[in-house]
């Protein structure tokens, strides 16, 4: 399975971005997903994941206030899509993006669940 993730870029404090994360290969819609993301120096941190169905999402409690009601975490298992709709960006969002899948349906915070991940995508906020 190859995940591609795009959709990143160098917006404005307050300004949206939606990233997109196809998947090729040996791909199932029974995959959960997720999104992480890396600033330089931190380690790799969970953002959102979503469920096969797209009906489930997990935000991690840690940070969930951050990003619940700014992130948003959907799926088109017709094209092996899953997107993250970023909305009210700040400075603090600046990371490089990068979508994961777990062949057996996990979509919550252990990063060494996932099997697959994407090349990452850099995602920039100016104040």
């Known amino acids: 399975v190859q995940l591609q993730a795009s959709g990143g870029g160098l917006v404005q404090a307050g300004d949206s971005l939606r990233l997109s994360c196809v998947a090729s290969?040996?791909?199932?819609?029974?995959?959960?997903m997720a999104w992480f993301r890396q600033s330089p120096g931190k380690e790799r941190e969970f953002v959102v994941g979503?469920?096969?169905?797209?009906?489930?999402?997990?935000?991690?409690?840690s940070y969930a206030d951050s990003v619940r009601g700014r992130f948003t975490i959907s799926r088109d298992n017709a094209k092996n899509t899953v997107y993250l709709q970023m909305n009210s960006l700040k400075p603090e969002d600046t990371a490089v993006y990068y979508c994961?899948?777990?062949?057996?349906?996990?979509?919550?915070?252990?990063?060494?669940?996932?099997?697959?991940w994407g090349q990452g995508t850099q995602v920039t906020v100016s104040s």
């Open positions: 290969g040996r791909t199932s819609s029974s995959y959960g």
């Open positions: 994961a899948a777990d062949p057996y349906g996990y979509y919550r915070d252990e990063r060494y669940q996932y099997n697959y």
């Open positions: 979503i469920g096969w169905s797209g009906s489930s999402t997990y935000y991690p409690t």
